[in-house]
């Protein structure tokens, strides 16, 4: 199969300058530069959810940020807002195709890279508008938090010996450092249209990505919130606290877990979760009854229950069929309909439920 093959081309991602419409609301996607943000960035998106939105902050899997419950005559004011903060791109299209995730501890070099990848696009606006919605880069380094292991059309990780090179899932050699922009550029468009990649030195081991880890790692310190959900209060707390240890910033995660640069106390008081052995952690459930009018049951208040009763895997519970929390399959996964769960095992949200219980009958799934 040819690279061009292999690529998805469907849908289109929500962005600031493009909102989309949900239950609760319009939902603002907030893009941060090199997946990072300064303490002063961070605040201001806290209050900028609690005036314009609802107060809800949403840790995307793409290390971006989402702001829920936006009214449509806001946007200009949220617009301004984000400006100021150095948050918003010039215009739609270069945002849709920023989609350049960067790994906690990919240091100075990778956001060097990021930010010169985002120049060459902005510069060859014909590339920006032909790449599809959802394609997307990642540039990382090898350590305890690689995120290398995620999905992207075009990822690259630094090397020592040079810039080693992965194309829709194949890993194809070393760039050099100093060609490496161009190289990326010419990987999206082998992508698109399977035009002959530049040569590549070649390279022995593949990088092993990290895994998701809290608390300190090296200089970094990790916090989650559950189910990848700040109140723009936990924000506020959460940049309070960074600035009383001395950190800088805050790096998200395509795991949602957010990484600063120096070790705080109190997260916890936060409702913030920093023990990576957490239950919530293995449990994805979307905000369910009463913030989205498709769901009957509210799939949050059920599954920190199911965590509390100590399940085992992974669980996945999910307001409806359309399983916005989580695509890949969980160990278990509740699927609310008509004010009930449909219980499925081992797959995904759509997939058909075995039986149905009330909200109140949990317990018993647990026991098989
Ligand atoms: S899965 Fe269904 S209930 Fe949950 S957020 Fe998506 S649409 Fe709403």
């Known amino acids: ?46 209050a900028i959810a609690e005036r314009l939105g609802n107060g809800h902050i949403d840790l995307t899997r793409r290390a971006n940020l989402q702001l829920r419950g936006v009214a449509a005559q806001s946007l200009p004011e949220l617009h301004r807002a984000l400006g100021q903060l150095g948050l918003l791109d010039p215009d739609a299209e270069i945002e849709a195709a920023r989609n350049i995730m ?22 060859d606006r014909r590339l920006a508008a032909g790449l599809p919605a959802k394609f997307g880069w990642l540039v990382d380094a090898p350590g305890p938090l690689s995120i290398i292991g995620e999905r992207a059309d075009v990822a690259l990780c630094l090397l020592p010996e040079g810039v080693a090179l992965r194309v829709a899932g194949r890993w194809l050699g070393l760039a050099s450092r100093d060609q490496i922009v161009s190289c990326l550029l010419a990987a999206s468009r082998t992508c698109l249209d399977g035009r002959p990649m530049p040569s590549l030195a070649g390279m022995d081991s593949v990088p092993v990505p990290g895994r998701q880890r809290l608390g300190r790692i090296g200089d970094a310190f990790g916090i989650a919130a559950p189910f990848g959900r700040l109140e723009a209060g936990q924000l506020q707390g959460l940049v309070a606290l960074a600035a009383k240890a001395g950190a800088s910033e805050l790096r998200l995660s395509p795991w949602r877990a957010v990484y600063l640069d120096a070790e705080i106390e109190g997260a916890s008081a936060l409702g913030l979760i920093e023990d990576g052995e957490d239950p919530l952690l293995r449990i994805d459930a ?15 208040r059920d599954a920190r229950r199911l965590a509390a009763w100590g399940f085992a895997g992974t669980l996945h519970v999910s307001g409806c069929a359309k399983g916005c929390a989580r695509s890949a399959p969980a160990d278990l996964v509740l699927v609310g309909g008509d004010g009930r769960y449909g219980i499925v095992r081992n797959g995904t949200a759509r997939d058909r439920a075995q039986r149905t219980v009330e909200p109140g009958e949990l317990a018993t799934v647990l026991r098989g």
Do not use: F, N
């Open 1 to 46: 199969m040819s690279l061009a093959a292999t690529i998805e081309i469907k849908g289109w991602c929500p962005g600031a300058l493009r909102p989309m419409e949900s239950g609760d609301g319009l939902l603002v996607r907030v893009k941060p530069w090199a997946s990072a943000l300064t303490l002063a960035q961070a605040g201001g998106l806290a």
């Open 102 to 123: 960067v790994g906690p501890l990919a240091g100075a070099e990778g956001r060097a890279i990021a930010a010169a990848l985002t120049e060459a696009l902005s510069a």
């Open 286 to 300: 979307c905000p369910g009854s009463p913030a989205c009018r498709a769901a009957s049951v509210d799939a949050r």
